[in-house]
């Protein structure tokens, strides 16, 4: 990567970077914020089960099937044009959401929210990327681990906090409202601090492909949302074969789309590697269940055991600070030497903490939140040694001149697959937990997160079997509770 032309002074380099960093993190918290005020929309708004999914993993959903597309469209008019109008999109919808007077309305402004974000997200590194040199690239990288891992340790805490604080008497309308005065500053910021770039007017983007995309993940999702308390019928089957269609069917236009000489929204030779595609299923898996069991266990705290908003936050720390010591043992160094062992390593030892969950939530007469600790540590060592790992371990299958394109389509499976994991976990906790059975409920999500890490396990001698090194030129991917888009499109 050469340096930028236009040099940035010192002092405005690390503004520019914070800025970035606080619109990752508005992303990063909106994603996990969420998850405590369950309760608190039911008393308000009256959500049922489906609803409280859709609200949850409906913003996953948008924001992974256009996280790729939002991608082209900064290398079509330019990374600063993207970045501040989805910016100022994200804090209108937050706003919106905030003062939605129902359900319905609420998700839909979810929705929104997510289309907002994938405009947004895509553009931050890539501004980061045209205006700072390799050294300073470095060093702000370097931020990003951390401030990011914190943030996915902060959002239940900090949700939890103003559901229970309750200002004025808005409750969970505080967790978007929140939003609005960090968007506010975060666009004075930007509309002052990020230069003006190249955009590429001639690059024909491929909306063909982006709407394949996105109907075949609402058709993935919407069933895996409405099937149980629908009963299951044939219409969510044939969604569920539609979506398979859908996929397919994108990666054959965008083999079209070489064909014709045009530009395609990914990659397509990245579908014909093995090691990649089941790369894909593995990131899709571990996400989906990482996620999922993370929101049923904070229903479990809440539903099962009467815990505020506020203690079930508290609740959802031994995981999450787990998983930053375990990312922190991995650090990406491990990868390196070990490749696809440290992932198999992660995985069972996250497997023996699900495992010690399972065991110490046999009885919970008088249960306490030091039940849970113990188990939830070592689940969250292991899931941090993965998380640390897994990103560049996949991107070990792919050719340098396909690193952008592959980091990308992760980044939106990981969203999607968060997406999924929040209806599939719901859905098996709810089945029992409707009926007085919350705790039976969670113990049954936690087998299905077993399975899910067997699965994992199982697949995981098809893996590349070295990681990509690290530099300053390969695109790094957040693994966290959500998606920081991928900068590389161009």
């Known amino acids: 990567m050469s340096a930028p032309e236009n040099k940035t002074s010192p002092r405005a380099v690390w503004w520019l970077l914070a800025t970035v960093l606080v619109v990752e993190l508005m992303d990063l918290l909106d994603s996990t914020i969420v998850n405590v005020a369950g309760p608190a929309l039911e008393r308000s708004l009256g959500a049922s089960p489906v609803g409280l999914q859709w609200v949850i993993g409906g913003y996953a959903l948008t924001l992974g099937a256009g996280l790729v597309l939002g991608g082209r469209l900064g290398d079509r008019f330019g990374r600063r044009p993207m970045f501040l109008f989805g910016l100022v999109a994200f804090t209108l919808a937050s706003l919106l959401c905030a003062i939605a007077p129902s359900i319905g309305v609420l998700i839909a402004f979810r929705l929104v929210q997510g289309v907002a974000g994938a405009m947004m997200l895509p553009q931050g590194l890539g501004i980061l990327r045209d ?99 629908s009963g299951w019928p044939l219409w969510t089957w044939l969604s569920l074969s539609a979506a398979a269609i859908g996929y397919a069917g994108f990666a054959l236009w965008q083999r079209s789309a070489v064909r014709r000489d045009r530009a395609p929204l990914v990659t397509p030779s990245l579908f014909g590697k093995s090691a990649f595609t089941v790369g894909l299923v593995a990131v899709a898996l571990f996400f989906g269940g990482l996620i999922g069991t993370q929101l049923v266990l904070t229903f479990f705290l809440q539903l099962g055991q009467g815990f505020t908003a506020g203690q079930a936050g508290l609740g ?94 992760l980044s939106a499976v990981q969203s999607i697959g968060g997406s999924v994991g929040v209806a599939v976990f719901s859905t098996v906790f709810f089945a029992g937990a409707l009926t007085g059975q919350a705790t039976d409920s969670f113990r049954d999500a936690l087998v299905v997160q077993a399975i899910v890490i067997a699965l994992f396990l199982l697949i995981s001698p098809l893996f590349p079997r070295r990681a990509r090194p690290d530099d300053t030129d390969a695109t790094p991917v957040r693994a966290a509770p959500s998606s920081l888009a991928a900068d590389g499109f161009r």
């Open 316 to 409: 959802n720390l031994p995981v999450a600070l787990g998983t930053a010591v375990g990312g922190g043992i991995s650090g990406g160094l491990l990868a390196a030497k070990l490749g696809r062992r440290v992932l198999q390593a992660g995985a069972a030892v996250q497997l023996a903490g699900v495992a010690w969950l399972w065991f110490a939530l046999a009885d919970t007469t008088g249960f306490t939140i030091w039940q849970i600790v113990p188990g939830g540590t070592v689940a969250g060592i292991g899931a941090g040694i993965v998380i640390a790992a897994v990103f560049n371990t996949v991107l070990g299958a792919v050719d340098d001149d396909e690193v952008g394109s592959a980091s990308g389509v």
């Open 131 to 229: 205006n700072l040199t390799p050294r300073e690239l470095t060093k702000a990288l370097a931020v990003f681990g951390p401030v990011l891992g914190l943030g996915g340790v902060l959002g239940p805490v900090l949700g939890g906090a103003l559901v229970d604080w309750d200002l004025f008497g808005l409750g969970w309308r505080l967790v978007f409202l929140v939003n609005v005065p960090v968007g506010l500053a975060a666009l004075a910021t930007a509309w002052r601090l990020v230069p003006r770039g190249s955009a590429t007017r001639t690059l024909r983007v491929d909306v063909v492909g982006a709407v394949l995309v996105a109907a075949a993940s609402a058709l993935l999702v919407l069933p895996l949302n409405e099937g149980q308390s």
